[in-house]
């Protein structure tokens, strides 16, 4: 795919969705911290109930330090693999209250030292919560970058290094939030809905038509 191509594409998604943003409800980088933390094999609705209800009591490391870990998992036990999940937050809580006066860090290294912070979520918060451009590759965007030809790679460090290259510098802020409702939404990994397609012309994915619906 050339640069052209790729302009368009992330023109077209802009002009679909000029503010686009994460669909998981928080109001501080911690709020944002925790419920991403959740989301793993989650989805972000599972995660908004969960957390709704959770920030009306503990909204902060000390607060949610002061819950314990019995409590806090009677707040998050719908969502999947909420035991190992619950002792991270615990943990990651300790240490934001220890070591970084209960402020989350803007930096990927010290994010990544956080018990159940991966460096998809660490892209996450630098992008979300402190506007980074930065593009954190789960399931949706590694989909759509291998299958439309954006930005093709055997794993998601590949394709989230070729995204970082490839997106122009005027949408990469954007990218992560575009890519992924995109994924979400139409370009789903069954039954994709190319037919709704706004960026079709544009998908080099060579069965694309086979999904448009006579």
């Not at 989230?160 to 939404?185: C, M, N, Q, S, T």
Request: proline share 5%.
């Amino acid at each position: 795919m050339n640069k052209e191509k790729r302009s368009r594409i992330f023109k077209l998604l802009k002009q679909q969705n000029p503010s686009p943003t994460t669909e998981l409800v928080y109001q501080s980088p911690f709020e944002l911290l925790i419920a991403v933390i959740l989301s793993a094999q989650a989805t972000d609705v599972s995660v908004n109930k969960a957390t709704k209800k959770l920030y009306k009591v503990a909204n902060t490391p000390e607060t949610i330090s002061e819950l314990g870990l019995k409590r806090l998992k009677t707040y998050i036990k719908t969502i999947g693999l909420y035991n190992n999940k619950a002792k991270n937050i615990i943990e990651t809580c300790k240490i934001l209250t220890e070591k970084y006066n209960g402020v989350v860090p803007k930096d990927r290294i010290a994010l990544e030292s956080l018990p159940g912070v991966g460096r998809k979520t660490a892209n996450v918060i630098l992008n979300t919560a402190f506007g980074e451009p930065t593009i954190a590759v789960d399931t949706h965007i590694f989909r759509v970058s291998n299958r439309t030809g954006i930005a093709p790679g055997k794993n998601v460090v590949e394709v989230e290094k070729k995204l970082l290259k490839f997106v122009p510098d005027e949408y990469k802020k954007d990218a992560h939030h575009w890519l992924i409702l995109h994924g979400r939404y139409t370009c789903i990994a069954r039954n994709p809905k190319c037919g709704e397609c706004m960026i079709f012309e544009e998908c080099e994915w060579k069965d694309r038509k086979k999904h448009v619906k006579a």
